[in-house]
């Protein structure tokens, strides 16, 4: 196939030397590690605006860079509610309601959390669903990447392509762990940065200004008049009307991913102090803010520059737009760009699936055969070799996992069937000391056949792929069963709660010595 | 086997789900501006009064290690929300 990009020598050179910079990078934190907390939380070192960096680069892969475009070029500006709507509020609460209850408990992951909430059954089935979601998602990347970017931008030979980011990312993330994973996510987020405002601030030079853009966008008819419209009507048949981007996303499937996936909430796990754990949030949000201005502004541009293209190939108005306006050398940092966010993406899953196998099933079955918790280098040795089973085995199974037509819908799917139901046994659970085992038990499974039922059952709302409506009455639903059972059940025992709920956090200082003695332990 | 799943859902659950979604939809079909602007800036705005106003100062800025205006977490969320709030109002 031929290149769509058309990468020149000195573009070529940019890419290996940053391949290699970031390999060695990862190679180099090696040093850092010695116990499971440097392998699984860095050490608890991290600064603030490295955990910033780190949820950014983290959150953004390079589909994003290439899907959200094309959402824009189709959808208009609505596209970017993900990254705004989707972020800052989510990230505030994020920040000041679960961040300090994760942080202060001293534990490595979300169903770790939950388990001492509420029990081992809670945390189990939380730690599957994560791992198999995280599983698939891995997969998911890496087809994408190696297929729809790399293959369709390069011509580059797909299953090459997957061997190599494999390769790459497996070693520094099998060597380094979160801290390798961090601070490549720093370097990986600038150079994001770079060449994505290096391709808006020739986009909007090309067409004129953003005056221009606007005038331009509009006089080209009907279908185009809701493109500058952030909140779109109710009954659109789109995939994002405003109750949905309100309700769905900005209450439900955000906070729920800023909070409760392992993920994000790994990296404000291995902040240095609970100051850096929230700022780093709060950071990464401010951050977050201007991604939509690198990725969906260009996707605008392209309907002007590129009109050719139409709806149906609407994902290639990035390459197209590389093309059409990059240089040599400035093309070869763009796609690094790419190859960054689409390494950071792939790392990020791989650390967190790990520490989750090892954490929350390998660990929970072991307790449960009465063989007791694993050693430091027992944990940081299955860590290690997780990782790599974990490369290996998605890079094998990416093809009949990810080779589906609406790769974009599938993801957000798989989201919002388990969202709702995980952030309402989240909020119950630090919010309401009278929540029990059996009632968060209760509202987590039932949950998620609610959401399955709702998914399944067509012509219940307007839009086609309802996911955002899905993740909200999802919510609702777990939060009635939970306080439902929870109340019909009996009620925890205060010492179990001590330290668990927000009030006692927040005022209790016996609470807070419990805590410190239960980390201790 | 999807297409199963899914009439058997459509036979089972529709009739059960649909008197509680259609009005649902129905009264939120008529709800547009200026309340999804209000719900959407009210999000950002609640959230920053909740952190500013609201929470514990000490609460908030538990941890840090100097004080100071700049590391104070009410001003740092005031400045993080405010570009939202402003591409809100900007693409009603």
């Known amino acids: 196939m031929e290149s769509v990009i058309g990468l020149h020598f000195i573009d070529v050179i940019i890419i290996v030397v940053y391949m290699i910079g970031s390999l060695a990078l990862g190679l180099y934190c090696t040093r850092f590690v010695g116990s499971a907390e440097d392998f699984f939380i860095a050490g608890k070192a991290l600064p603030f605006w490295a955990v910033g960096f780190s949820i950014v680069t983290s959150d953004i892969g390079a589909t994003d860079f290439v899907a959200v475009a094309g959402a824009a070029y189709t959808n208009g500006v609505s596209a970017a509610n993900f990254d705004w709507m989707g972020s800052m509020p989510a990230m505030v609460i994020a920040a000041f309601v679960f961040v300090p209850y994760f942080w202060r408990s001293g534990v490595f992951t979300i169903p770790e959390f939950l388990g001492r909430r509420y029990n081992t059954g809670v945390q189990f089935v939380n730690g599957l669903i994560w791992a198999v979601v995280l599983f698939f998602m891995l997969a998911i990347m890496q087809w994408l990447s190696a297929d729809k970017l790399m293959h369709t931008i390069l011509g580059w030979n797909t299953y090459w392509t997957l061997a190599i980011t494999a390769i790459i990312t497996g070693i520094y993330t099998f060597s380094g762990g979160l801290t390798a994973v961090v601070f490549t996510d720093v370097v990986q987020l600038i150079v994001m940065y770079v060449g994505g405002f290096g391709l808006l601030a020739l986009s909007v030079w090309k067409v004129g200004g953003w005056t221009s853009l606007h005038d331009k966008i509009l006089a080209m008819g009907p279908a185009y008049q809701n493109h500058f419209k952030l909140l779109l009507p109710h009954d659109t048949t789109g995939p994002f009307p405003w109750t949905g981007i309100v309700f769905g996303l900005g209450l439900v499937m955000a906070v729920a991913y800023m909070s409760g996936n392992q993920v994000i909430v790994q990296r404000t796990l291995g902040a240095r102090s609970e100051w850096d754990a929230k700022a780093g949030m709060l950071f990464g949000g401010l951050l977050k803010f201007s991604i939509p201005l690198m990725v969906a502004l260009p996707g605008l541009c392209a309907i002007v520059l590129v009109p050719q293209l139409g709806a149906e190939n609407a994902d290639r108005a990035v390459p197209a737009m590389i093309r059409l306006l990059m240089p040599a050398g400035l093309r070869g940092l763009m796609f690094a760009a790419l190859f960054a966010a689409m390494m950071s993406h792939i790392s990020a899953s791989l650390n967190s699936t790990a520490t989750i196998f090892v954490t929350d099933i390998i660990g929970q079955i072991r307790k449960w055969a009465g063989k007791g918790q694993m050693s430091e280098k027992t944990a940081v040795r299955m860590g290690r070799l997780l990782t790599a089973a974990l490369i290996i085995s998605t890079a094998l199974l990416a093809q009949p996992i990810g080779d589906r037509p609406s790769i974009y819908v599938y993801m957000q799917t798989i989201l919002s069937m388990f969202q709702g139901p995980l952030l309402a046994i989240l909020l119950l659970g630090i919010m309401w000391p009278r929540a029990t085992g059996y009632g968060g038990f209760a509202g987590l499974t039932l949950g998620l056949v609610c959401a399955f039922v709702l998914y399944q059952t067509p012509g219940l709302f307007f839009a086609q792929d309802p996911f955002l409506f899905v993740a909200w009455w999802s919510f609702v639903f777990a939060m009635i069963v939970t306080v439902v059972v929870s109340l019909l059940t009996k009620p925890e025992s205060e010492e179990k709660l001590r330290g668990m709920v927000w009030s006692s956090v927040v005022r209790d200082v016996d609470a807070q010595d419990a805590l410190r003695e239960r980390i201790a332990q | ?92």
């Open chain 2, 1 to 92: 086997m999807e297409a199963m799943i899914e009439s058997f859902c459509k036979a089972v659950f529709y009739p059960i789900l649909a008197p509680i979604f259609l009005p649902i939809n129905t009264f939120l079909g008529r709800v547009y501006q200026p309340w999804a602007s209000i719900c959407a800036v009210g999000l950002f705005v609640g959230a920053m009064i909740w952190v500013g106003l609201l929470l514990n100062k000490d609460y908030v800025n538990r941890g840090r290690s100097h004080k100071s205006v700049w590391t104070d977490l009410r001003l740092w969320t005031v400045i993080s929300m405010t570009p939202h709030v402003l591409v809100y109002f900007y693409f009603r």
